[in-house]
T-cell receptor
């Protein structure tokens, strides 16, 4: 049972344009969401997070949007840069629960120069 | 401030041998998590430990796998009698707090290959 889903395995975007990565979840108990970026042969690197009391969180070129009613979140990267090419994982957890992230299967972003 | 350190980075074991994976959390972090990533899949939670305690091991296979985080020294993930299906990347993460609303920092992983 995949509680966190990233339905697009890959995405290609031109440099300078917006990248939009999507994530859906099924567990209504999730109330904290994160995005991680992962380069080959490295560990995931934290990018940005959002709690369920917010619908938007912004950090530089990265913005995460949360739609609780749709159980959907998205990561916007603008402008996209070639160095953003990586696999992006969405993760979710319950604030009141043990610290256990449930990860999606990832979306491979390729930013074309 | 060093990040999460995992060693070895690469580990090759023959079927039936034991694999020991080590993880030193970030300085000041007392919460450690192990995840496994199979090829072309996401990261799957295995176990959550605090110093000397296993808090949540719901993702650990029932047999051959064990984890510890002693009072002194790194956390160890131990796989006995490895099989080919154990080949994966194993990631350790640590956090300052055990509540669900703080980010965890990951190590670079140990890539286990069972031949």
């Amino acid at each position: 049972d995949q509680q966190v889903k990233q339905n697009s395995p890959s995405l290609s975007v031109q440099e300078g344009r917006i990248s939009i990565l999507n994530c859906d979840y099924t567990n209504s108990m999730f109330d904290y969401f994160l995005w991680y970026k992962k380069y080959p042969a490295e560990g995931p690197t934290f990018l940005i997070s959002i709690s369920s009391i917010k619908d938007k969180n912004e950090d530089g070129r990265f913005t995460v949007f949360l739609n609780k009613s749709a159980k959907h979140l998205s990561l916007h990267i603008v402008p996209s840069q070639p160095g953003d090419s990586a696999v992006y994982f969405c993760a979710a957890s319950e604030i009141s629960g043990t610290y256990k992230y449930i990860f999606g299967t990832g979306t491979r972003l390729k930013v074309l120069a | 401030n060093a990040g999460v350190m995992q060693n070895p980075r690469h580990l090759v074991r023959r079927r039936g041998q034991e694999a020991r994976l080590r993880c030193s959390p970030m300085k000041g972090h007392s919460h450690v998590y192990w995840y496994r990533q199979l090829p072309e899949e996401g990261l799957k939670f295995m176990v959550y430990l605090q110093k000397e305690n296993i808090i949540d091991e719901s993702g650990m296979p029932k047999e051959r796998f064990s984890a510890e985080f002693p009072k002194e020294g790194p956390s160890i993930l131990r796989i006995q009698q490895v099989v080919r299906g154990d080949s994966a990347a194993y990631f350790c993460a640590s956090s300052l707090s055990g509540t669900g609303n703080t980010e965890a920092f990951f190590g670079q992983g140990t890539r286990l290959t069972v031949v």
